[in-house]
């Protein structure tokens, strides 16, 4: 489907909110102007796109004007020329500060490199911190480009379904926003593992009928017992999402029949008492299966998720879930956050005293601990993953923590200072060890000690499963023990480069330390005795460095004394098309840092067992090596007048995506009558496309024709001549 602003207006006046149409209006023309000309992979107009995360954000959620502007508009500063402060202008600060704040979130890749990815969640994390509406504004549009992934390129639709998968589906979790969650998990599936995707499907549409037959029933006999409630209960039927189902059967290995809670039914009444009669009224109805039952209105989740689970088996045998919950919890259940906007008034966009969004702020203090970003990383991905652990104290409070947290993540949970004077730990009133994995409805006690010599254990870090723990464990250490962990750090650094047969001096290490955003040493000692910093990342990069010094120091042994390069003639030489001041009779090689060409100015430099190398005289390599210690090396070099030899030359071509591009390209290419090497072709973030071809030609001349001739093809921006093949 194309969204257009007409089925928006419509939309709109269809709510029964009030929204500034003007205002809106507004945002779409400038939007609609600042795309212009411009098509998404699909071959639809761009502004289809942003048009279509307003329509999302409106029909979902139901947001306010201000964020329905943003929502238009929240390409137009990153892909045009239109600035931030256009926008403030003419909308506001309000919606400046949303466009923004979606930008920032846009401008790094979140699946290139660990440390990348690291600062891109950083400032997610900075932005709904902010503002959460920001965060609702990327989870539509990237609902949206997951609905249309279909045109883009299979290597695309991996690279964004695993970003999705990562890390926008588990913030939906956390947001309880579950519709938006289970629809981005089932589409990136279906492009992650399309056979387990189709298989699930397969399985799932074999008994559709029967399927629809069975819950119908269901409801029905449901509906017959609870007649009397008034007003009358909502019952509804649904089938477990295709991802939750494939977890279930791939990730952990149970049978498709295994699987009891494929089927569920919906209760929906009005108050928690109901809610409460209703579960003893199933339990009589049908028979429940044992453990089965979660109470999540007791307990909730940290996403703030309420409804009360059981799963029972009717008199067909046939397993399935139930679940009972009041209108106000399924609204929250169904939209999270966003509910706020939906069914109320909305919220403050900024979050600061919002008690539910704490779990923000926690992991962004948590990172000021942290000098490794790697760390960052993983350890998000702990703290947001869906699954969670309620835990009680010995006063009846519930904790909430992460599947699979021990009793070290508990007792920091309660409180850093009972973390770090914990000795000892009861689950049950029986002692357990630190490592011990917690399960829902276990009651823990913290056993301290009053003494003021207490503190975590080193291994502690090593234990701990969340993010928090980890922290200020390292936090503690970072604090408390600066000389006992410069001198563990040094020993552990020092075993390990024995260990891989490694030297290095102290520039080296201080390089390294920089480079982890330490100011010395001593920093990096310490930030590896406390786990600030990885020991294993910092070998892997020493021993890098050792063996590219090793190699430099090789290739400086290959060079030779110009004496014994010098005989009597050029004839070698001039037969390469180059002619060499003072030096006859010698082989040369073109380097491929630069590609020289007749017509470049261009030096030499004499190696041991490769003759010369030619390079361009504004080549780095040239302007660095005159600096050096082996200035000596180079020498002057012409082309020879009657060289007929062909030279390989790489041209870069940035071009509008389109079909038939490399066709074209390449017939310019070849009606010139000019060799095509090697060629290769990748789309860009921004739509563009991008297309390295290596060519043979005679000289400079040649080559600037042929690059002329390519930058009139339709569509070419630049085309222009690179340093290497």
Known sequence: MVYTIEILMDKIKSSDKSYDIEKIMSAYELADEAHRGVLRSSGDPYISHPVAVAYILLDKFCMDTDTICAALLHDVVEDTDIGLDVIKKKFGEDVANLVDGVTKIGQVPLNTREEQQAENIRKILIAMSKDIRVIIIKLADRLHNMRTLESRPPEKQ??????????????????GISDVKEEMEDIALRYLDPYGFKEIEAQLDVHKDERDTFIDKIKSMIR?????IQPPPIIE?????????YKKVYVKGKDFSEIYDIYAVRVILQTVVECYNVLGI??????????????????????????LHTTVIGREGIPFEVQIRTQEMHNTAQYGIAAHWKYKAGISGNVAGEKRFDWIRQILEQQQEADDVELISEAIKVDLAPDDVYVFTPKGDVITLPSGSNIIDFAYAIHTAVGNKMIGAKVGGKMVSFDHELHTGEIVEILTSGGSGAGPKRNWIELARTNEAKAKIRGWFKRECRDENIEQGKQALERELKRNGIMVDNDILLETARRQRLQTVDDLYAAIGYGGVQLTKIITRLKDEQIRLQRQAAAQQQTIDIEKTISDTNKKAQRAGVILDGIDDCAVKYAQCCNPLPGDDIMGFITRGYGVSIHKADCQNVILGMQGENK????????????????????????????????????????????????????????????????EVSGIEQLKNLIARISKVPGVITAERTGKQ
């Open 158 to 175: 991996r690279k964004t379904s695993l970003e999705t998968m990562n890390f926008y589906a588990p913030i939906a979790h956390r947001l």
């Open 224 to 228: 017959e017992r609870v007649n009397d």
């Open 237 to 245: 039927g649904r089938v477990k999402s295709v991802y939750s189902i």
């Open 282 to 307: 199933i339990h009589d109805m049908f028979r429940p299966i044992p453990y089965r039952f979660k109470d999540y209105i007791a307990m909730p989740k940290a996403n703030r998720y309420q409804s």
């Open 632 to 695: 000596e090396r180079w020498i002057k070099a012409h082309w020879a007048v009657s060289a007929s030899t062909s030279f390989r030359a790489t041209i870069d071509v940035i071009a509008e995506d389109r079909t038939n591009l490399l066709v074209e390209v390449s017939q310019a290419i070849s009606a010139n009558h000019i060799p095509i090497h090697d060629v290769s072709a990748h789309c860009l973030k921004n739509g563009n496309a991008n297309i390295v071809v290596t060519v």
